[in-house]
């Protein structure tokens, strides 16, 4: 079946601009999951959402960043004037119980 | 401050040979662990998990063993193969309820023919 996707596997942004970041979990899948993943580094919590409630939001880096779920399947990342150091890897993850399946991850670099 | 880290940042083996992947983590109260794999340009992927009521899970090829004691994590790897080669993460669910999950920064394997 499929798995977790992401779009756009890679994206350049200039210094400012607004990026929209998208996560395809696999259907069915009540938990989703975003992390940022830095270069040479294990991934890092962002937000987590249950359906379309954002239940946990503390590894948000700044409130430049927003994360949605509307209708409780494909969520958006999105991070308003971005800054050179949003350049990472956001990986998208989903879970029906425990485990979490990831996405290929969208790499970002801010120029 | 509370983290999972790993003790070595590369390990070279040849192929044919048991590796042993070794992760420690610092929270007593951490409750399930899980190992994945990620190769170049790829998401991490699922190898195996244990909960901490067990102290070894095993699955294809691969072992995971649980001291809680010493709060230690070790992926064991038989009979490396060429595909194995990838940076292998220790993740730990420091918070119940959901998985909110904490990486270490990885290991990187390498296997030569």
């Known amino acids: 079946g499929a798995g977790v996707s992401q779009s756009p596997r890679y994206k350049v942004a200039k210094r400012g601009q607004d990026v929209a970041l998208r996560c395809d979990p696999i259907s069915g899948h009540v938990s989703l999951f975003w992390y940022q993943q830095a270069l040479g580094q294990g991934p890092e919590f962002l937000t987590y959402f249950q359906n379309e409630a954002q239940l946990d939001k503390s590894g948000l880096p700044s409130d430049r960043f927003f994360a949605e779920r509307p209708e409780g399947s494909v969520s958006t990342l999105k991070i308003q004037r971005t800054q050179q150091e949003d350049s990472a890897v956001y990986l998208c993850?989903?879970?029906?119980?425990?485990?979490?399946?990831f996405g290929p991850g969208t790499r970002l670099l801010v120029l | 401050g509370e983290s999972v880290g790993l003790h070595l940042p590369t390990l070279s083996v040849q192929e044919g040979d048991n590796s042993i992947i070794n992760c420690a983590y610092s929270n007593s109260a951490s409750d399930y662990f899980i190992w994945y794999k990620q190769e170049s340009g790829k998401g991490p992927q699922f190898i195996i998990d244990i909960r901490s009521n067990m102290d070894k899970r095993q699955g294809q090829r691969v072992t995971v063993l649980l001291n809680k004691t010493v709060k230690h994590l070790s992926l064991q790897i038989a009979a490396t193969q060429p595909g194995d080669s990838a940076v292998y993460f220790c993740a730990e669910n420091k918070y119940g309820g959901f998985q909110k999950l904490v990486f270490g920064t990885g290991t990187r394997l390498l296997v030569s023919p």
């Open positions: 993850a989903s879970s029906l119980q425990e485990t979490q399946y």
